[in-house]
């Protein structure tokens, strides 16, 4: 029987489907065909194949080659499918054992001259290849990523010769051997000299994973403050570094294997696009929200962005994910970043600022402040204004604050008393865990309803209000919130009052 099967992965957001990668040689005129919806890349591989197999001194079948990538409703791409079609033409020819393709699967380019090249998403594959109990085969570019996926094997094969080689049992192939992890100096929280309520802000946005804006005149500290901030974070569970690291490997970037464990900190440039935030493409892919999963993602000169850019975040900000929709598939990407925003208070920047030198009338400060949506900034939890640090504050001799390492065994003392009581940080509570975990004295109550009465806060607001309060409570050690907790987390909500004039 001219037929053979051989078990691959595609990409798909986040995910590997499985693709059966079915070749049948038949009489008639030499053709070559692939069908499955290939993209022009995939169609291309017929090429590629041909000149791979005939470098390895192997023969290429003159008969019709029908090459079939089923599902055929699931788009392919790229150039992961050579390896795969080119051990299942030698199959179905019979120039290698069919039989022994039955317990591995494949991804890899090949060269012209018969090597195999790296291609994307290796890592999700290798998780997915675990659960069916097979073998994964790789490229050498792809072994250290695939490798962080521990329970699965993982072999490594440099050329289509060392692969037929190991199907027919004449060679070993080498394990895939992930390199030690290093973990890389994060800068410091001591470097930050006073600004004391804000170094206060970061910690209780660090313990309970609340999102943060920083608004002061220029130069007095927000971009160091929210640089500091993976710092004092705890370190990433292996779970929440592989969800990361599958990101990072379906994006094209590359994953840094020694790296893989840090939490990641992306600060894209104000001029980037909605898509570039959210992710899309016609293939798509991860944008900085995703690729800022489980860690920050830091918006400087928040007023600078584009409006519709700012805006896409909303959704996310809630569900902790996106689904990035197209004509032909719909790909959701995870998103539970930590957003830490940064503005001026003003067009000039000097808002506010002891000096007096800002001249920006009321009317043009409200018009600035406007570019940042109400629903945009309901969904952020503390607000906090900067102020500019008088020079003598400054001197290299001026006493240090706390180190990050100080900052970060507090921080890791209140997050794990929110998983054992709720299971999840505080920033994630639902509605209803917030009524259940964040209840108030009847007095603190009528305090909180006050304070949204005057402020005109939203209900998403009161929440969020709760949610903080339950943070600071966590840091303090205490087991109910009290009124000095609830009233520093009201104290949080600056821009929910009326703008400063000049």
């Known amino acids: 029987m001219s037929l ?71 788009p392919k791409e790229g150039g992961r499918f050579d390896l795969p079609i080119a051990l299942g033409i030698l199959a179905a020819s019979g120039q290698i054992d069919r039989d022994a393709l039955a317990q591995y699967e494949f991804i890899g380019e090949l060269a012209l001259t018969g090597e195999l090249r790296a291609v994307d998403g290796a890592l999700p594959a290798a998780i997915a290849c675990a659960r069916e109990h097979r073998t994964l085969i790789v490229p050498p570019g792809n072994a250290a990523e695939a490798a962080l996926a521990q329970a699965a094997p993982v072999k490594v094969a440099r050329t289509l010769l060392e692969v037929c080689a190991a199907l027919s049992g004449t060679k070993e192939l080498p394990d895939a051997v992930a390199p030690a992890a290093s973990a890389a100096a994060l800068p410091d929280l001591a470097d930050v000299r006073g600004q004391l309520h804000a170094r206060r802000a970061l910690e209780i946005a660090a313990a309970g994973s609340h999102h943060l804006l920083l608004l002061g005149s220029p130069g007095c ?20 570094a592989l969800e990361t690291a599958t990101i990072t490997s379906v994006s094209g970037r590359g994953v840094d294997p020694t790296r893989w464990r840090q939490r990641p900190y992306r600060s894209p440039h104000h001029t980037a696009s909605a898509v570039s935030l959210v992710g899309g493409g016609s293939h798509p892919r991860p944008g900085e929200i995703s690729l800022a999963h489980n860690g ?94 008088p020079a003598s504050e400054l001197r290299g001799d001026a006493a240090a604050g706390e180190s990050s390492a100080r900052v970060r065994a507090r921080v890791e003392q209140a997050r794990a008393r929110q998983l054992q009581r709720a299971g999840k940080l505080n920033a994630h ?28 806060l939203s209900a998403r607001s009161m929440h969020r209000i709760l949610r903080v309060a339950r943070s600071i409570a966590d840091l303090a050690g205490a087991h109910d919130i009290q009124r000095p907790h609830l009233s520093e987390a009201i104290g949080y909500r600056q821009l929910d009052r009326v703008p400063a004039t000049a």
């Not at 995910?15 to 990668?21: D, I, M, T």
């Not at 500290?221 to 929440?240: C, D, H, V, Y």
């Open 296 to 389: 920050v993602l830091f918006l400087d000169e928040l007023p600078e962005w584009n409006r519709h850019a700012l805006e896409v975040l909303r959704e996310p900000l809630e569900s902790g994910c996106v689904s990035v929709a197209r004509a032909a598939r719909s790909v959701e990407f995870p998103a539970r970043f930590q957003l830490i925003a940064a503005m001026n208070p003003c067009p000039c920047g000097w808002a506010g600022d002891s000096s007096g030198r800002c001249r920006c009338s009321g009317e043009s400060i409200r018009r600035y402040r406007a570019r940042i949506s109400g629903p945009l900034l309901d969904r952020i939890d503390l607000h906090l204004q900067m102020a500019r640090l």
């Open 221 to 240: 500290g927000k971009t160091l403050l929210a640089s500091r901030l993976p710092g004092i974070l705890p370190a990433a569970s292996e779970a929440e």
């Open 429 to 456: 509570l639902d509605q209803a865990e917030t009524l259940r975990d964040c209840a108030l004295a009847s007095a603190d109550q009528s305090l909180l309803e006050q304070a949204m009465d005057r402020l005109q």
């Open 4 to 74: 053979a099967l051989v078990h691959s992965r595609a990409r798909a957001g986040v995910l590997a489907p499985p693709v059966r990668v079915e070749v049948h040689l038949s009489g008639g005129l030499p053709s070559t065909q692939i069908v499955g919806l290939p993209e022009a890349a995939v169609r291309e591989s017929r090429d590629r194949v041909r000149a791979a197999l005939l470098c390895a001194q192997f023969e290429f079948p003159a008969r019709r080659i029908t090459i079939n990538l089923a599902p055929a409703d699931l």
